[in-house]
Protein backbone atom coordinates (compact mmCIF):
# COMPACT_ATOMS: atom_id res chain seq x y z
CA UNK A 1 0.00 0.00 0.00
CA UNK A 2 2.61 2.24 0.64
CA UNK A 3 4.50 1.53 -2.58
CA UNK A 4 0.81 2.39 -4.63
CA UNK A 5 0.57 6.06 -2.57
CA UNK A 6 4.47 6.86 -3.07
CA UNK A 7 3.72 6.11 -6.71
CA UNK A 8 0.86 7.89 -7.01
CA UNK A 9 2.46 11.00 -5.07
CA UNK A 10 5.16 10.84 -7.75
CA UNK A 11 2.97 11.10 -10.41
CA UNK A 12 1.21 14.11 -8.78
CA UNK A 13 4.57 16.32 -8.00
CA UNK A 14 5.67 15.26 -12.04
CA UNK A 15 2.23 16.59 -13.68
CA UNK A 16 2.00 19.45 -11.49
CA UNK A 17 5.17 20.49 -12.50
CA UNK A 18 4.93 19.66 -15.73
CA UNK A 19 1.77 21.77 -15.71
CA UNK A 20 3.90 25.02 -13.74
CA UNK A 21 6.80 24.58 -16.56
CA UNK A 22 4.59 24.87 -19.46
CA UNK A 23 4.06 28.48 -18.87
CA UNK A 24 3.09 29.22 -22.69
CA UNK A 25 0.32 27.08 -22.91
CA UNK A 26 -2.59 28.26 -24.21
CA UNK A 27 -4.83 25.79 -22.90
CA UNK A 28 -4.93 25.32 -19.29
CA UNK A 29 -5.91 22.55 -17.37
CA UNK A 30 -8.83 23.59 -14.82
CA UNK A 31 -8.77 24.49 -11.15
CA UNK A 32 -10.20 22.65 -8.68
CA UNK A 33 -13.88 23.53 -8.27
CA UNK A 34 -13.15 24.15 -4.52
CA UNK A 35 -11.54 27.12 -5.95
CA UNK A 36 -14.53 28.42 -6.78
CA UNK A 37 -16.24 28.35 -3.41
CA UNK A 38 -20.10 27.29 -3.69
CA UNK A 39 -20.11 28.89 -7.28
CA UNK A 40 -20.68 25.67 -9.27
CA UNK A 41 -23.25 24.25 -7.22
CA UNK A 42 -25.48 27.66 -6.74
CA UNK A 43 -28.15 27.05 -9.49
CA UNK A 44 -30.43 23.48 -9.49
CA UNK A 45 -27.66 21.41 -7.31
CA UNK A 46 -28.29 22.98 -3.64
CA UNK A 47 -29.36 18.75 -3.04
CA UNK A 48 -27.93 15.94 -5.36
CA UNK A 49 -30.19 13.25 -6.04
CA UNK A 50 -28.48 10.12 -3.95
CA UNK A 51 -28.32 7.16 -6.38
CA UNK A 52 -29.27 3.06 -4.70
CA UNK A 53 -25.92 1.28 -3.96
CA UNK A 54 -25.41 -2.46 -3.42
CA UNK A 55 -27.27 -3.45 -6.76
CA UNK A 56 -25.38 -6.21 -8.62
CA UNK A 57 -27.78 -6.41 -11.78
CA UNK A 58 -26.69 -4.97 -14.96
CA UNK A 59 -29.56 -3.13 -14.90
CA UNK A 60 -31.75 -1.69 -12.39
CA UNK A 61 -35.34 -0.03 -12.92
CA UNK A 62 -34.18 1.72 -9.38
CA UNK A 63 -31.09 3.03 -10.52
CA UNK A 64 -32.43 4.04 -13.57
CA UNK A 65 -35.37 6.22 -11.80
CA UNK A 66 -32.98 7.76 -10.11
CA UNK A 67 -30.97 9.04 -12.82
CA UNK A 68 -33.86 10.05 -14.30
CA UNK A 69 -35.06 13.88 -14.58
CA UNK A 70 -31.85 15.96 -16.71
CA UNK A 71 -32.34 13.76 -19.84
CA UNK A 72 -36.17 15.07 -19.85
CA UNK A 73 -35.44 18.55 -18.64
CA UNK A 74 -33.06 18.52 -22.03
CA UNK A 75 -35.76 16.93 -23.95
CA UNK A 76 -37.87 20.11 -23.40
CA UNK A 77 -35.66 22.03 -26.08
CA UNK A 78 -37.04 19.27 -28.57
CA UNK A 79 -40.62 20.52 -27.93
CA UNK A 80 -40.13 24.57 -27.67
CA UNK A 81 -42.50 26.48 -29.83
CA UNK A 82 -39.80 26.80 -32.41
CA UNK A 83 -39.81 23.23 -32.98
CA UNK A 84 -44.00 22.96 -33.31
CA UNK A 85 -44.24 25.19 -35.29
CA UNK A 86 -41.14 23.64 -37.38
CA UNK A 87 -43.45 20.43 -37.16
CA UNK A 88 -46.95 22.13 -38.56
CA UNK A 89 -45.20 24.20 -41.39
CA UNK A 90 -43.70 20.73 -42.37
CA UNK A 91 -46.78 18.78 -42.53
CA UNK A 92 -48.36 21.38 -44.48
CA UNK A 93 -45.89 21.83 -46.61
CA UNK A 94 -44.68 18.32 -47.78
CA UNK A 95 -47.23 16.21 -45.79
CA UNK A 96 -45.38 13.23 -44.35
CA UNK A 97 -42.41 12.90 -46.36
CA UNK A 98 -40.16 14.83 -44.18
CA UNK A 99 -40.83 12.88 -40.78
CA UNK A 100 -37.71 10.93 -41.61
CA UNK A 101 -35.38 14.33 -41.72
CA UNK A 102 -37.43 14.64 -38.03
CA UNK A 103 -35.86 11.21 -37.16
CA UNK A 104 -32.85 11.41 -38.13
CA UNK A 105 -32.12 15.33 -36.75
CA UNK A 106 -33.30 13.60 -33.16
CA UNK A 107 -31.21 10.36 -33.47
CA UNK A 108 -27.66 13.12 -34.19
CA UNK A 109 -29.15 15.35 -31.41
CA UNK A 110 -28.86 12.02 -28.87
CA UNK A 111 -25.52 11.37 -29.94
CA UNK A 112 -24.60 15.32 -29.57
CA UNK A 113 -26.75 15.13 -26.01
CA UNK A 114 -24.52 11.88 -24.86
CA UNK A 115 -20.82 14.05 -25.12
CA UNK A 116 -22.81 16.69 -23.26
CA UNK A 117 -23.44 14.23 -20.15
CA UNK A 118 -20.26 12.42 -20.72
CA UNK A 119 -18.64 16.02 -20.15
CA UNK A 120 -20.66 16.49 -16.89
CA UNK A 121 -20.20 13.69 -15.21
CA UNK A 122 -16.23 12.66 -15.75
CA UNK A 123 -15.35 16.03 -15.04
CA UNK A 124 -17.73 17.33 -12.76
CA UNK A 125 -17.97 20.62 -14.90
CA UNK A 126 -20.62 22.03 -17.48
CA UNK A 127 -19.24 22.59 -20.67
CA UNK A 128 -19.24 26.60 -19.83
CA UNK A 129 -16.83 26.26 -17.02
CA UNK A 130 -14.28 23.74 -19.12
CA UNK A 131 -14.81 27.01 -21.62
CA UNK A 132 -14.11 28.92 -19.01
CA UNK A 133 -10.77 27.25 -17.83
CA UNK A 134 -9.50 26.25 -21.33
CA UNK A 135 -10.19 28.82 -23.46
CA UNK A 136 -7.54 32.38 -23.50
CA UNK A 137 -9.59 35.16 -21.98
CA UNK A 138 -10.49 37.13 -26.05
CA UNK A 139 -12.21 33.96 -27.54
CA UNK A 140 -14.09 32.85 -24.12
CA UNK A 141 -15.54 36.33 -23.97
CA UNK A 142 -16.66 36.15 -27.77
CA UNK A 143 -17.77 32.14 -27.25
CA UNK A 144 -19.66 33.63 -24.25
CA UNK A 145 -21.55 36.12 -26.16
CA UNK A 146 -22.37 33.95 -29.08
CA UNK A 147 -23.73 31.21 -27.06
CA UNK A 148 -26.07 34.19 -25.00
CA UNK A 149 -27.18 35.03 -28.39
CA UNK A 150 -28.75 31.78 -29.27
CA UNK A 151 -30.09 31.61 -25.37
CA UNK A 152 -31.85 35.14 -26.20
CA UNK A 153 -33.34 34.19 -29.95
CA UNK A 154 -34.83 30.59 -28.43
CA UNK A 155 -36.05 32.58 -25.73
CA UNK A 156 -38.15 35.24 -27.61
CA UNK A 157 -40.06 32.02 -29.56
CA UNK A 158 -40.22 30.34 -25.99
CA UNK A 159 -42.21 33.40 -24.11
CA UNK A 160 -43.78 35.00 -26.98
CA UNK A 161 -44.99 31.22 -27.64
CA UNK A 162 -46.44 31.71 -24.09
CA UNK A 163 -48.38 34.68 -24.93
CA UNK A 164 -49.77 33.44 -28.37
CA UNK A 165 -51.19 30.56 -26.13
CA UNK A 166 -52.29 33.22 -23.71
CA UNK A 167 -53.89 35.20 -26.91
CA UNK A 168 -56.01 32.18 -27.79
CA UNK A 169 -57.19 31.00 -24.58
CA UNK A 170 -58.48 34.46 -23.92
CA UNK A 171 -59.80 34.88 -27.53
CA UNK A 172 -57.79 37.70 -28.00
CA UNK A 173 -58.15 39.61 -24.95
CA UNK A 174 -54.93 38.92 -23.41
CA UNK A 175 -52.65 41.04 -25.87
CA UNK A 176 -49.29 39.83 -26.84
CA UNK A 177 -47.05 42.03 -24.64
CA UNK A 178 -49.55 41.37 -21.67
CA UNK A 179 -49.03 37.50 -22.21
CA UNK A 180 -45.36 38.49 -22.30
CA UNK A 181 -45.21 40.13 -19.01
CA UNK A 182 -47.75 37.05 -17.42
CA UNK A 183 -44.76 34.79 -18.67
CA UNK A 184 -41.45 36.37 -17.31
CA UNK A 185 -44.31 36.48 -13.87
CA UNK A 186 -44.99 32.82 -13.55
CA UNK A 187 -41.59 31.63 -15.01
CA UNK A 188 -39.65 33.63 -11.84
CA UNK A 189 -42.36 31.39 -9.76
CA UNK A 190 -41.66 28.44 -11.22
CA UNK A 191 -37.93 28.66 -10.61
CA UNK A 192 -38.24 28.81 -7.63
CA UNK A 193 -39.92 25.51 -7.14
CA UNK A 194 -36.73 23.48 -6.74
CA UNK A 195 -36.28 25.15 -3.35
CA UNK A 196 -38.95 22.57 -2.28
CA UNK A 197 -36.74 19.55 -3.21
CA UNK A 198 -35.30 18.97 -7.07
CA UNK A 199 -37.34 15.96 -7.81
CA UNK A 200 -40.44 17.97 -7.18
CA UNK A 201 -38.93 20.45 -9.50
CA UNK A 202 -38.42 17.15 -12.47
CA UNK A 203 -41.74 16.35 -11.48
CA UNK A 204 -43.18 19.51 -12.68
CA UNK A 205 -41.02 19.04 -16.18
CA UNK A 206 -42.81 16.11 -15.64
CA UNK A 207 -46.21 16.98 -15.90
CA UNK A 208 -45.71 19.87 -18.75
CA UNK A 209 -44.37 16.99 -20.85
CA UNK A 210 -47.28 14.92 -20.30
CA UNK A 211 -49.87 18.42 -21.13
CA UNK A 212 -48.26 18.29 -24.71
CA UNK A 213 -48.28 14.82 -25.05
CA UNK A 214 -51.87 14.46 -24.03
CA UNK A 215 -53.06 18.12 -25.85
CA UNK A 216 -51.36 17.17 -28.99
CA UNK A 217 -52.20 13.40 -28.83
CA UNK A 218 -55.88 14.71 -28.80
CA UNK A 219 -55.71 16.71 -32.26
CA UNK A 220 -53.35 13.33 -33.29
CA UNK A 221 -56.59 11.12 -32.52
CA UNK A 222 -59.10 13.63 -33.74
CA UNK A 223 -57.65 13.87 -37.18
CA UNK A 224 -56.69 10.56 -37.85
CA UNK A 225 -53.77 10.44 -39.93
CA UNK A 226 -53.18 7.95 -42.54
CA UNK A 227 -50.79 5.29 -40.26
CA UNK A 228 -49.05 3.75 -43.76
CA UNK A 229 -48.28 7.55 -44.99
CA UNK A 230 -47.12 7.99 -42.04
CA UNK A 231 -44.91 5.18 -41.53
CA UNK A 232 -43.30 5.41 -44.91
CA UNK A 233 -42.54 9.16 -44.47
CA UNK A 234 -40.50 8.10 -41.41
CA UNK A 235 -38.50 5.20 -42.52
CA UNK A 236 -37.86 5.94 -46.44
CA UNK A 237 -35.51 8.68 -46.73
CA UNK A 238 -37.21 10.24 -49.84
CA UNK A 239 -39.03 12.69 -50.79
CA UNK A 240 -41.31 12.53 -53.94
CA UNK A 241 -42.36 15.47 -55.74
CA UNK A 242 -40.28 18.31 -53.78
CA UNK A 243 -38.91 21.54 -54.36
CA UNK A 244 -37.05 24.26 -52.96
CA UNK A 245 -40.05 24.72 -50.15
CA UNK A 246 -39.61 21.35 -48.65
CA UNK A 247 -35.64 21.25 -49.07
CA UNK A 248 -35.78 24.80 -47.03
CA UNK A 249 -38.03 23.09 -44.69
CA UNK A 250 -35.85 20.04 -44.02
CA UNK A 251 -32.98 22.32 -43.43
CA UNK A 252 -35.27 24.27 -41.12
CA UNK A 253 -36.60 20.65 -39.42
CA UNK A 254 -32.54 20.02 -38.26
CA UNK A 255 -31.98 23.88 -37.35
CA UNK A 256 -34.87 23.22 -35.04
CA UNK A 257 -34.60 20.25 -33.17
CA UNK A 258 -30.17 20.74 -32.84
CA UNK A 259 -29.88 23.62 -29.86
CA UNK A 260 -26.63 25.31 -29.45
CA UNK A 261 -27.77 26.25 -25.79
CA UNK A 262 -29.33 22.85 -25.41
CA UNK A 263 -25.81 21.20 -24.80
CA UNK A 264 -24.30 23.73 -22.26
CA UNK A 265 -27.61 22.63 -20.65
CA UNK A 266 -27.68 18.89 -20.15
CA UNK A 267 -23.77 19.13 -19.30
CA UNK A 268 -25.45 21.16 -16.22
CA UNK A 269 -27.95 19.22 -15.55
CA UNK A 270 -26.26 15.95 -15.00
CA UNK A 271 -24.36 16.92 -12.06
CA UNK A 272 -26.98 16.71 -10.03
CA UNK A 273 -27.13 13.17 -9.12
CA UNK A 274 -24.45 12.25 -6.60
CA UNK A 275 -21.91 10.30 -8.32
CA UNK A 276 -18.31 9.62 -6.78
CA UNK A 277 -16.33 10.61 -9.40
CA UNK A 278 -13.16 8.90 -7.55
CA UNK A 279 -14.81 5.57 -8.49
CA UNK A 280 -14.11 4.38 -12.12
CA UNK A 281 -17.36 1.95 -12.33
CA UNK A 282 -19.50 4.31 -10.65
CA UNK A 283 -18.91 7.41 -13.49
CA UNK A 284 -19.11 4.35 -16.35
CA UNK A 285 -22.46 3.69 -14.70
CA UNK A 286 -23.73 6.60 -14.59
CA UNK A 287 -22.64 7.43 -17.94
CA UNK A 288 -24.69 4.66 -18.93
CA UNK A 289 -28.19 5.49 -17.49
CA UNK A 290 -28.20 8.88 -18.44
CA UNK A 291 -27.47 7.21 -21.73
CA UNK A 292 -30.36 5.21 -21.47
CA UNK A 293 -32.43 7.93 -19.83
CA UNK A 294 -31.99 10.49 -22.19
CA UNK A 295 -32.52 8.18 -25.42
CA UNK A 296 -36.23 7.87 -23.53
CA UNK A 297 -36.60 11.48 -23.31
CA UNK A 298 -36.30 11.93 -26.73
CA UNK A 299 -38.12 9.24 -28.19
CA UNK A 300 -41.09 10.34 -26.03
CA UNK A 301 -40.53 14.25 -27.53
CA UNK A 302 -40.03 13.06 -31.06
CA UNK A 303 -43.43 10.97 -30.64
CA UNK A 304 -44.87 14.40 -29.68
CA UNK A 305 -43.88 16.28 -32.58
CA UNK A 306 -44.58 13.29 -35.05
CA UNK A 307 -48.26 14.08 -33.81
CA UNK A 308 -47.96 17.68 -34.72
CA UNK A 309 -46.24 17.12 -38.07
CA UNK A 310 -48.97 14.48 -38.72
CA UNK A 311 -52.49 16.64 -37.52
CA UNK A 312 -50.92 18.64 -40.07
CA UNK A 313 -50.25 16.70 -43.08
CA UNK A 314 -53.08 14.73 -42.83
CA UNK A 315 -55.38 18.06 -42.27
CA UNK A 316 -53.96 21.06 -44.15
CA UNK A 317 -51.30 19.83 -46.99
CA UNK A 318 -51.89 21.38 -50.16
CA UNK A 319 -54.88 23.21 -48.87
CA UNK A 320 -55.31 26.27 -50.30
CA UNK A 321 -56.32 29.71 -48.23
CA UNK A 322 -59.45 29.89 -50.02
CA UNK A 323 -60.52 26.53 -48.55
CA UNK A 324 -59.42 27.62 -45.38
CA UNK A 325 -61.07 31.07 -45.66
CA UNK A 326 -64.33 29.45 -46.40
CA UNK A 327 -64.46 26.86 -44.12
CA UNK A 328 -63.54 29.17 -41.36
CA UNK A 329 -66.42 31.48 -42.23
CA UNK A 330 -68.84 28.70 -42.60
CA UNK A 331 -68.65 27.52 -39.07
CA UNK A 332 -68.57 31.57 -37.93
CA UNK A 333 -64.82 32.18 -36.64
CA UNK A 334 -63.50 35.35 -36.29
CA UNK A 335 -60.48 35.03 -38.05
CA UNK A 336 -61.66 34.59 -40.92
CA UNK A 337 -59.71 37.73 -42.16
CA UNK A 338 -56.02 35.69 -41.66
CA UNK A 339 -56.65 34.05 -44.91
CA UNK A 340 -57.05 35.92 -48.00
CA UNK A 341 -59.45 34.90 -50.89
CA UNK A 342 -56.94 33.59 -53.10
CA UNK A 343 -55.44 29.84 -54.49
CA UNK A 344 -52.35 30.70 -52.45
CA UNK A 345 -50.83 27.76 -50.48
CA UNK A 346 -51.91 27.62 -46.84
CA UNK A 347 -49.09 28.89 -44.56
CA UNK A 348 -49.16 28.79 -41.03
CA UNK A 349 -47.63 29.32 -37.63
CA UNK A 350 -48.32 28.01 -34.27
CA UNK A 351 -51.26 31.11 -33.92
CA UNK A 352 -52.81 30.07 -37.03
CA UNK A 353 -52.01 26.65 -36.69
CA UNK A 354 -54.91 26.94 -33.43
CA UNK A 355 -56.82 28.93 -35.53
CA UNK A 356 -57.40 26.45 -38.86
CA UNK A 357 -57.69 23.57 -36.14
CA UNK A 358 -60.84 25.26 -34.67
CA UNK A 359 -62.41 26.01 -38.16
CA UNK A 360 -62.00 22.46 -39.27
CA UNK A 361 -62.51 20.24 -35.82
CA UNK A 362 -64.31 22.73 -33.48
CA UNK A 363 -63.26 25.42 -30.98
CA UNK A 364 -62.14 22.31 -28.46
CA UNK A 365 -59.39 21.53 -30.62
CA UNK A 366 -58.00 25.06 -31.21
CA UNK A 367 -57.96 25.68 -27.21
CA UNK A 368 -56.52 22.20 -26.35
CA UNK A 369 -53.71 23.34 -28.74
CA UNK A 370 -53.47 26.56 -27.32
CA UNK A 371 -53.18 24.34 -23.82
CA UNK A 372 -49.96 22.48 -25.34
CA UNK A 373 -48.10 25.34 -26.47
CA UNK A 374 -48.66 27.04 -23.60
CA UNK A 375 -46.83 23.77 -21.69
CA UNK A 376 -44.31 23.96 -24.95
CA UNK A 377 -43.27 27.79 -24.02
CA UNK A 378 -43.58 27.58 -20.13
CA UNK A 379 -41.16 24.85 -19.51
CA UNK A 380 -38.59 25.62 -22.51
CA UNK A 381 -38.72 29.26 -21.12
CA UNK A 382 -37.89 27.56 -17.94
CA UNK A 383 -35.09 25.40 -19.26
CA UNK A 384 -33.59 28.31 -20.77
CA UNK A 385 -33.06 30.53 -17.54
CA UNK A 386 -31.84 27.79 -16.49
CA UNK A 387 -29.36 27.87 -19.70
CA UNK A 388 -28.73 31.19 -19.24
CA UNK A 389 -27.88 30.99 -15.79
CA UNK A 390 -25.04 28.12 -16.38
CA UNK A 391 -23.35 29.90 -18.91
CA UNK A 392 -23.55 32.90 -17.73
CA UNK A 393 -21.95 31.59 -14.15
CA UNK A 394 -19.52 29.24 -15.88
CA UNK A 395 -18.02 31.76 -18.11
CA UNK A 396 -17.86 34.72 -16.38
CA UNK A 397 -17.48 33.11 -12.87
CA UNK A 398 -20.34 34.80 -11.22
CA UNK A 399 -20.11 35.14 -7.07
CA UNK A 400 -23.49 36.63 -6.89
CA UNK A 401 -27.16 35.67 -5.17
CA UNK A 402 -29.26 33.43 -6.98
CA UNK A 403 -32.44 35.99 -7.30
CA UNK A 404 -29.28 38.70 -9.11
CA UNK A 405 -28.33 35.87 -11.36
CA UNK A 406 -31.93 34.80 -12.48
CA UNK A 407 -32.75 38.84 -12.84
CA UNK A 408 -29.88 39.42 -14.79
CA UNK A 409 -30.17 36.41 -17.00
CA UNK A 410 -33.85 37.22 -17.42
CA UNK A 411 -33.39 40.98 -18.36
CA UNK A 412 -31.22 40.01 -21.01
CA UNK A 413 -33.07 37.85 -22.88
CA UNK A 414 -37.00 39.35 -22.10
CA UNK A 415 -36.35 42.94 -23.01
CA UNK A 416 -35.77 42.45 -26.67
CA UNK A 417 -38.85 40.01 -26.30
CA UNK A 418 -41.30 42.39 -24.82
CA UNK A 419 -40.28 45.08 -27.16
CA UNK A 420 -41.09 42.60 -29.92
CA UNK A 421 -44.12 42.19 -28.12
CA UNK A 422 -45.29 46.09 -27.86
CA UNK A 423 -44.54 46.78 -31.68
CA UNK A 424 -45.25 43.70 -33.18
CA UNK A 425 -49.02 42.47 -33.66
CA UNK A 426 -49.75 38.73 -33.26
CA UNK A 427 -50.86 37.96 -36.58
CA UNK A 428 -47.26 38.99 -38.09
CA UNK A 429 -44.67 36.77 -36.29
CA UNK A 430 -43.59 34.91 -39.13
CA UNK A 431 -40.83 37.13 -40.54
CA UNK A 432 -39.55 36.94 -37.21
CA UNK A 433 -39.55 33.53 -36.48
CA UNK A 434 -37.24 33.46 -39.72
CA UNK A 435 -34.85 35.56 -38.47
CA UNK A 436 -34.57 33.86 -34.92
CA UNK A 437 -33.79 30.38 -36.74
CA UNK A 438 -30.91 31.52 -38.49
CA UNK A 439 -29.64 33.32 -35.45
CA UNK A 440 -29.61 30.28 -33.71
CA UNK A 441 -28.73 28.27 -36.87
CA UNK A 442 -25.16 30.40 -36.40
CA UNK A 443 -24.62 29.77 -32.98
CA UNK A 444 -24.47 25.73 -33.49
CA UNK A 445 -20.32 25.46 -34.15
CA UNK A 446 -20.41 27.40 -30.76
CA UNK A 447 -21.34 24.44 -29.20
CA UNK A 448 -20.81 21.61 -30.91
CA UNK A 449 -17.22 22.43 -31.69
CA UNK A 450 -16.16 22.67 -27.68
CA UNK A 451 -17.82 19.90 -26.76
CA UNK A 452 -16.24 17.45 -29.58
CA UNK A 453 -12.56 19.39 -28.39
CA UNK A 454 -13.17 18.66 -24.85
CA UNK A 455 -14.80 15.28 -24.90
CA UNK A 456 -11.83 13.89 -27.20
CA UNK A 457 -8.88 14.91 -25.04
CA UNK A 458 -7.71 12.57 -22.68
CA UNK A 459 -6.20 15.18 -20.41
CA UNK A 460 -10.01 16.13 -19.56
CA UNK A 461 -11.33 13.17 -19.58
CA UNK A 462 -9.17 10.67 -19.18
CA UNK A 463 -10.36 6.74 -19.77
CA UNK A 464 -13.55 8.24 -20.86
CA UNK A 465 -11.92 10.52 -23.60
CA UNK A 466 -13.85 9.72 -27.03
CA UNK A 467 -12.30 6.87 -29.05
CA UNK A 468 -11.35 6.46 -32.46
CA UNK A 469 -14.76 5.81 -34.27
CA UNK A 470 -16.50 8.52 -31.51
CA UNK A 471 -13.73 10.94 -32.93
CA UNK A 472 -14.82 10.46 -36.89
CA UNK A 473 -18.14 10.48 -36.38
CA UNK A 474 -18.57 13.25 -34.41
CA UNK A 475 -16.76 15.18 -36.62
CA UNK A 476 -18.40 13.97 -39.07
CA UNK A 477 -22.08 14.85 -38.05
CA UNK A 478 -20.83 18.23 -36.47
CA UNK A 479 -19.46 19.06 -40.05
CA UNK A 480 -22.94 18.20 -41.77
CA UNK A 481 -24.82 19.97 -39.23
CA UNK A 482 -23.11 23.08 -39.29
CA UNK A 483 -22.96 22.76 -43.50
CA UNK A 484 -27.02 22.46 -43.72
CA UNK A 485 -26.94 25.55 -41.18
CA UNK A 486 -25.03 27.48 -43.12
CA UNK A 487 -26.76 26.91 -46.31
CA UNK A 488 -30.14 27.93 -44.29
CA UNK A 489 -28.53 31.30 -43.23
CA UNK A 490 -27.12 31.90 -46.92
CA UNK A 491 -30.43 31.29 -48.34
CA UNK A 492 -31.98 33.23 -45.82
CA UNK A 493 -29.46 36.04 -46.59
CA UNK A 494 -30.12 36.23 -50.48
CA UNK A 495 -33.66 37.59 -49.71
CA UNK A 496 -33.01 40.14 -48.26
CA UNK A 497 -32.58 42.20 -51.62
CA UNK A 498 -30.70 44.73 -49.92
CA UNK A 499 -26.82 46.09 -51.43
CA UNK A 500 -26.28 47.38 -47.97
CA UNK A 501 -27.28 44.49 -45.95
CA UNK A 502 -25.69 42.47 -48.53
CA UNK A 503 -22.29 44.33 -47.41
CA UNK A 504 -23.20 43.52 -43.43
CA UNK A 505 -23.69 40.10 -44.31
CA UNK A 506 -20.30 39.71 -45.67
CA UNK A 507 -18.25 41.72 -43.23
CA UNK A 508 -20.06 39.94 -40.44
CA UNK A 509 -19.39 36.16 -42.25
CA UNK A 510 -15.28 36.77 -42.65
CA UNK A 511 -15.03 37.44 -38.92
CA UNK A 512 -17.51 34.45 -38.07
CA UNK A 513 -15.82 32.37 -40.32
CA UNK A 514 -12.39 33.20 -38.77
CA UNK A 515 -13.46 32.59 -34.69
CA UNK A 516 -15.25 29.08 -36.05
CA UNK A 517 -11.67 28.23 -38.06
CA UNK A 518 -9.76 28.93 -34.52
CA UNK A 519 -12.20 26.86 -32.28
CA UNK A 520 -12.01 24.58 -35.23
CA UNK A 521 -8.21 24.47 -35.44
CA UNK A 522 -8.37 23.78 -31.62
CA UNK A 523 -10.85 21.31 -31.94
CA UNK A 524 -8.56 19.62 -34.74
CA UNK A 525 -5.55 19.43 -31.67
CA UNK A 526 -7.62 17.68 -29.63
CA UNK A 527 -8.83 14.91 -32.10
CA UNK A 528 -5.27 13.84 -32.55
CA UNK A 529 -3.81 16.36 -35.91
CA UNK A 530 -0.79 17.05 -34.03
CA UNK A 531 1.07 18.61 -36.84
CA UNK A 532 -1.24 21.87 -36.06
CA UNK A 533 0.43 22.11 -33.21
CA UNK A 534 2.14 24.78 -33.53
CA UNK A 535 5.50 24.59 -31.90
CA UNK A 536 3.88 22.52 -28.75
CA UNK A 537 2.19 25.86 -27.91
CA UNK A 538 -1.14 23.93 -26.77
CA UNK A 539 0.07 20.80 -25.39
CA UNK A 540 -3.24 19.98 -25.44
CA UNK A 541 -2.79 15.91 -25.18
CA UNK A 542 0.49 16.41 -22.99
CA UNK A 543 -0.53 17.91 -19.68
CA UNK A 544 -2.97 15.68 -16.91
CA UNK A 545 -5.11 17.51 -15.47
CA UNK A 546 -4.25 17.83 -11.34
CA UNK A 547 -7.86 18.09 -11.10
CA UNK A 548 -9.05 15.07 -12.46
CA UNK A 549 -5.96 13.73 -11.18
CA UNK A 550 -6.95 14.59 -7.65
CA UNK A 551 -10.05 12.64 -8.39
CA UNK A 552 -9.41 9.48 -9.60
CA UNK A 553 -8.38 6.47 -7.22
CA UNK A 554 -4.61 5.76 -6.66
CA UNK A 555 -5.30 2.27 -7.76
CA UNK A 556 -6.35 3.27 -11.31
CA UNK A 557 -3.58 6.13 -11.84
CA UNK A 558 -0.56 3.53 -11.13
CA UNK A 559 -2.14 0.75 -12.97
CA UNK A 560 -2.15 3.43 -15.98
Not at 63 to 84: C, E, Q, R, V
Not at 474 to 495: E, H, K
Request: aromatic share 12%; proline share 3%; glycine share 8%.
Amino acid sequence: MKEVKNEWSKLKDSTQENVQTNKYSSITPPASPEDYGDNLTSTYFEEKVPIPGNIDQVFSFRKLWAFTGPGFLMSIAYLDPGNIESDLQSGAKAGFKLLWVLLGATIIGLLLQRLAARLGVVTGMHLAEVCNRQYPTVPRIILWLMVELAIIGSDMQEVIGCAIAFNLLSVGRIPLWAGVLITITDTFVFLFLDKYGLRKLEAFFGILITIMALSFGYEYVLVKPDQGELLKGMFVPYCAGCGQVQLLQAVGIVGAVIMPHNIYLHSALVKSRDVDRKNKNEVKEANKYYFIESTIALFVSFLINVFVVAVFAQAFYNKTNMQVNEECNATGSPHTDLFPLNNGTLEVDIYKGGVVLGCFFGSAALYIWAIGILAAGQSSTMTGTYAGQFVMEGFLNLQWSRFARVLLTRSIAITPTLLVAIFQDVQHLTGMNDFLNVLQSMQLPFALIPILTFTSMTSIMSDFANGLVWKISGSVIILVVCAINTYFVVVYVTTLNSTLLYVVAALLSVAYLCFVAYLAWYCLIALGVSCLDFGSRLGMSRHTDIYLLNDMDADTMVER
